[in-house]
C-alpha cells in the first residue's frame, strides 16, 4: 500500500475515534463565547478534519468515503441520546456542511502544494 493511502486512511481513522469519544461521551462541548449554536460550529470543524485527508490524499477514494462520512455522523446522532446528550439534525446538516468544507480545502491543496513522497537516503 502506498504511502498516501496508509496516511490518508490513518489520520482518518485517528479523527474519526477522536470525534466519537468527543460526541459520545455525556460531557457538553464548551460555548465559543458568545458565538449562539457553537456546537454547529464543532461539528463542522470535526467534519472538515475528517474529510481533509482523504480529499488531499486520495481524491479518488472520496466516493467511498463521503457516504461513510455521512453514516457515521448520523450514527453519531442516533447514539448521543444513550449517553445523555441530544440527537439534532442541526447537528448532522453542520457535520455535512464540514465534509464539503474539507473537500473542498483537501482537493485545493492536493492541487496547489502536491504530496510529496520522502526520498530514502542511500
Known amino acids: 500500500m502506498r504511502l498516501q493511502s496508509k496516511l490518508a486512511l490513518g489520520l482518518s481513522c485517528l479523527v474519526a475515534t477522536a470525534i466519537a469519544v468527543l460526541t459520545l461521551t455525556p460531557v457538553p462541548a ?12 464543532y461539528h463542522m470543524v470535526a467534519f472538515g478534519v475528517l474529510a481533509f485527508p482523504m480529499a488531499y490524499l ?6 467511498l468515503a463521503l457516504p461513510a462520512y455521512l453514516a457515521f455522523g448520523g450514527l453519531i446522532e442516533i447514539l448521543q441520546p444513550f449517553v445523555g446528550r441530544d440527537r439534532s439534525l442541526g447537528d448532522w446538516l453542520a457535520d455535512l456542511i464540514g465534509l464539503g ?8 491543496a492536493g492541487r496547489f502544494v502536491p504530496f510529496a513522497r520522502p526520498r530514502m537516503r542511500r
Open 58 to 63: 486520495r481524491p479518488r477514494w472520496l466516493m
Open 101 to 108: 468544507i474539507g473537500v473542498v480545502i483537501g482537493l485545493a
Open 30 to 41: 464548551p460555548p465559543l463565547g458568545s458565538v449562539a449554536e457553537s456546537d454547529k460550529i
